[in-house]
């Protein structure tokens, strides 16, 4: 055993390397950036003191101790700032606090913009140089941004603000600090001289931010998605507003994919777009090797400009047109170099198997029925940037056909729609090709053979050592052990780390007993979140860090986040998200990557990649076609089999195949007319089968399952492990769930080897984990240094109190002081809307704001604020708080000393 040292420095600088690479510049003329120490900077929108550092929901809600927003991170690089316009801005912001929304999915996309007249901006370019106006976007779990002005389009207080300062300044540039692309007619509306995208760069964003506006690091981002001129030229527009169902009827064409092949004028900016401080000469050459099914692309790139940067190149594929009718151009491959000083060069080798560029036939019409397929033809290379403009390098010739891979009809729909088809200048659309198999049947023919109950007391750490297989410890598990197995407890079980997601494994004291350690689980992709208030890293967004298009930098970030994990006991993040961009709208975009498959699933293996460095893992999430978040636990997603292999699930498979992902989550909602915690297609055929996963499925918290014609069910588990969806997320108690499983055993629905089999999964994936290790004894610790206000509180929520309706907890004991904190578990018997009454008394002066804060399971129900109350009790009472997990943590946050608590008093109100 050895100590492994995170220095919390190192982190924040890496992850600040990342924002200053994931910046993408899309405009800057007469290269007003980067911006000169010498120059003064007038910074303008409100967001420059309220940067957004994710998206909301549970991607987002890692609590920090400090966020660096582009001001900071200016202020910290020492630029000029001018700092009577901030003082102004500070002042009203004061008048106008960030509006946070009191409900989960409740914050606004936007805030309100301070309006400028034409005094103050003309006297602040009297002052300044250059003008930085930052705008600010937010979406998320629950809450898809609409087509409206302040979500997809600027409000009309941002464009007055744009309008003013343009009319001001000579030199304007635009900040982005947004989730994902927002609607650009601003460019043409107000001509800024520079354009970036900065997106949420967690904690550290705004010195990543900032580093790329002085010239320390010359951006090297790119659109990791196009922008079209208009929302509704988006091939998804037409068909992605559906409330109950969502036929993707653009199919394959989504994104670049469609505006490259049939609607080129429509593209502002395209796929892959960025702009330098410098230039780079790129020289590639291909070949192609038939015998090993690879292509090579051997790049030179050299930098001729007078800045030091780094440079990605990306690969494309134009295939023939075929039968199947492809795109015009798909991404196979891509690299970066390090940073080049002004005339050095750097050779980028890119292998693409020829899996990167085949097709999938979904219907036979090429003669290659449910195969990935190499049509015979002309297969062209491009490498450069953007798509638009890559130049050709190297073509190859096939004669014949070449099947990549032959699989077998999986997944297709069972209605039919239309869907667009390529190989013609128009697309056009036909019925697309429906399901022939029933899920029951493929079930039914492949049911596992059940291990023999035997009596024993084998422990777990016994299989680990050698001295007994895991199918002896399986074999003496008793109906109740396996049950118990497949239920992840949470949230916030106190048999985990505080203030998570989920334990699951040895849940029961059996288990327990018998040497099952509990996995713990942890949100999310954007670092960990901690409802107990403990404060962790909080990273760049998806959106961000695919735009770095540095796969060995972002594998670095997270073999940091790994071993913060490590520290924190958290076994599984819960993520990389990596849902397609399919439609700039929905609301969680920010935590996914891009609209292109291949560039998310190669940075989700990076992501993967760092996290087993540190021994943890990641949850790849959500499995699969989840892309939109309204109406998302009921939304049925139809879609053909070749768009999904091709688009929604290629990712998936990439981080399956190449980044060794042994934990998946499924989604809320349906696909093809099932609910995916139950679909044995996916969860077995396609996953193990097909792509060989051997690690562990959870569903989505509380999700909604079925068999096919049947309706949701939550307490369906039995359909859940047919279909190798191993674990229900969550349940109040492991013990006693009153679901399904005991039942469909009984009746022969549910076999034994099917639990066994998932408590096979199950229990391979604990025993690689630090979990694992700490009841064997072995495995490194991790100690954090350097981490300010290191808060970690080995008992914070670890009090619990019994709620049995109502309940009056003492607070006499707890200390209150600027910014800190109080939390607890509520060990909630009866699930409802409660109210919480907080009484406490203040000595201090009568014009003191003692501001308390209620939170409960990460999200604010409500801020009081006490003043002096001559030492006399003072209660205020919450609205409706939704209390529906068992174990939920409450948390108190003071943001000033000088209050004597007495007592909270939680009580039910209306039970669910
Ligand atoms: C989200 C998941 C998340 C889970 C646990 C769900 O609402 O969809 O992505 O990991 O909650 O917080």
Not at 157 to 173: I, N, S
Not at 456 to 483: A, R
Not at 619 to 633: G, L, Y
């Amino acid at each position: 055993m050895s100590e492994i040292i995170l220095d919390w420095n190192k982190y924040l600088d890496k992850a600040a390397e990342v924002c200053a690479e994931g910046a993408v510049l899309l405009r800057n003329e007469g290269g007003v950036l980067p911006i000169s120490r010498n120059d003064r900077i007038a910074v303008f929108g409100r967001i420059q003191l309220n940067y957004y550092k994710s998206g909301t929901g549970s991607g987002g809600m890692v609590n920090v101790s400090k966020v660096t927003g582009v001001v900071d991170g200016l202020k910290e690089l020492g630029a000029k700032i001018d700092d009577e316009l901030l003082e102004t801005y500070k002042a009203w912001v004061g008048d106008n606090p960030f509006e946070l929304g009191e409900v989960w999915g409740g914050e606004p996309w936007s805030q309100k913009e301070m309006p400028l007249s034409d005094e103050l901006v003309s006297a602040a370019a009297d002052r300044s140089d250059i003008a930085v106006v930052i705008i600010g976007r937010t979406a998320g779990e629950e809450q898809d941004n609409t087509a409206d002005e302040g979500s997809f389009l600027l409000s009309k207080g941002e464009r007055d603000m744009l309008k003013t300062v343009r009319k001001h300044f000579a030199k304007v540039a635009v900040l982005l600090n947004v989730g994902n692309t927002i609607d650009m007619s601003f460019v043409d509306d107000f001509s800024p001289d520079a354009v970036m995208y900065i997106w949420q760069g967690g904690m550290t964003g705004g010195l990543g931010a900032a580093k790329v506006l002085l010239g320390d690091v010359s951006p090297s981002g790119r659109l990791p998605d196009t922008v079209a001129y208009s929302i509704t030229d988006h091939p998804s527009d037409k068909f992605f507003y559906g409330k109950e169902k969502n036929c993707y009827g653009e199919d394959i064409f989504v994104g670049y994919r469609y505006f490259e092949t049939f609607a080129k004028d429509k593209v502002r900016y395209p796929f892959g777009a960025g702009l330098s401080y410098t230039d780079f000469e790129v020289s590639a050459k291909g070949s192609a090797d038939a015998a090993n099914g690879t292509v090579l692309i051997t790049a030179g790139v050299k930098n001729t400009g007078i800045a030091g940067g780094k440079n990605s190149v990306l690969v494309y594929c134009s295939a023939p047109q075929g039968s199947l009718g492809k795109p015009a151009r798909v991404l196979c491959g891509f690299d970066k170099t390090k940073t080049l000083a002004p005339g050095e060069s750097d050779t980028l080798k890119i292998e693409i198997p020829f899996s990167a560029f085949a097709s999938y036939d979904d219907s036979g019409v090429s003669g290659h029925a449910y195969a990935w397929v190499l049509e015979k033809g002309c297969y062209r290379f491009y490498a450069g940037g953007d798509v638009r403009s890559a130049q050709e390098v190297f073509s190859f010739e096939l004669d014949e056909d070449v099947v990549t891979e032959q699989l077998s009809q999986t997944l297709a729909p069972v209605e039919s729609f239309e869907r667009m088809v390529g190989g013609g200048d128009e697309p056009r659309f036909e019925p697309v090709p429906l399901s022939k198999n029933s899920e029951e049947e493929k079930r039914l023919s492949h049911l596992p053979k059940a291990l023999a109950q035997t009596d024993g007391e084998i422990k777990l750490t016994d299989v680990v050592s050698g001295k007994n297989t895991l199918s002896e410890f399986i074999s003496q598990l008793t109906d109740d052990d396996l049950c118990c197995l497949v239920r992840g407890e949470g949230m916030c079980s106190p048999k985990v780390t505080p203030g998570t997601a989920a334990a699951f494994g040895g849940v029961s004291e059996r288990l327990s007993k018998l040497g099952v350690p509990c996995g713990c689980c942890s949100d999310g992709p954007s670092g960990m979140r901690l409802d107990c208030g403990t404060k962790a890293f909080s990273l760049p967004n998806g959106t961000l860090i695919a735009s770095t298009f540095d796969k060995a930098l972002v594998e670095e970030l997270f073999a940091l986040t790994g071993l913060e994990m490590s520290a924190n006991k958290v076994d599984c993040l819960l993520g990389p998200g990596m849902n397609i961009h399919r439609h700039p709208l929905n609301g969680r975009n920010f935590e996914y990557f891009s609209e292109d498959p291949f560039l998310t699933g190669s940075i989700a293996a990076a992501e993967l990649k760092g996290l087993h460095s540190a021994g943890v893992e990641g949850t790849i999430k959500h499995f699969s076609a989840n892309n939109q978040e309204t109406n998302r636990h009921n939304i049925d997603s139809v879609v053909s089999e070749r768009a999904l292999r091709e688009i929604y699930l290629r990712g998936f498979e990439i981080a399956v195949r190449q980044g060794n992902a042994r934990s998946i989550m499924t989604t809320y909602g349906k696909l093809n007319g099932l609910w995916t915690a139950g679909s044995y297609e996916q969860n077995t055929e396609l996953l193990r089968d097909q792509w060989g996963f051997d690690g562990f499925v959870m569903t989505d918290w509380w999700a909604n399952i079925n068999r096919r014609g049947g309706d949701a069910d939550k307490s369906d588990l039995a359909a859940m492990v047919s279909s190798q969806n191993d674990v229900y997320m969550v349940v109040a108690d492991s013990v006693s769930n009153p679901d399904n499983l005991k039942a469909a055993l009984a009746d022969g629905s549910l076999t034994r080897g099917e639990l066994q089999r998932s408590a096979e999964n199950i229990l391979s994936f604990l025993m690689g984990t630090h979990a694992m290790e700490r009841i064997i004894g072995t495995g490194d610790t991790v100690k954090v240094i350097n981490k300010p206000d290191d808060d970690t509180d080995e008992n914070a929520g670890s009090e619990v109190f019994e709620l049995d309706g109502k309940t009056v907890i003492d607070l006499t004991n707890v200390k209150t002081g600027r910014n800190s904190q109080y939390s607890f578990t509520l060990d909630v018997r009866k699930l409802g809307f409660h109210t919480f009454k907080l009484t406490a008394s203040s000595k201090a002066s009568k014009t003191a704001q003692m501001n308390v804060t209620i939170y409960s399971l990460g999200t604010p129900f409500g801020t009081f604020t006490y003043n002096g109350t001559d030492g006399e009790p003072v209660s205020f009472t919450t609205g409706n708080v939704p209390l529906f997990s068992r174990y939920s943590i409450i948390r108190l946050h003071f943001s000033l000393g000088g209050l004597d608590l007495i007592s909270l008093e939680v009580e039910n109100v209306q039970p669910f």
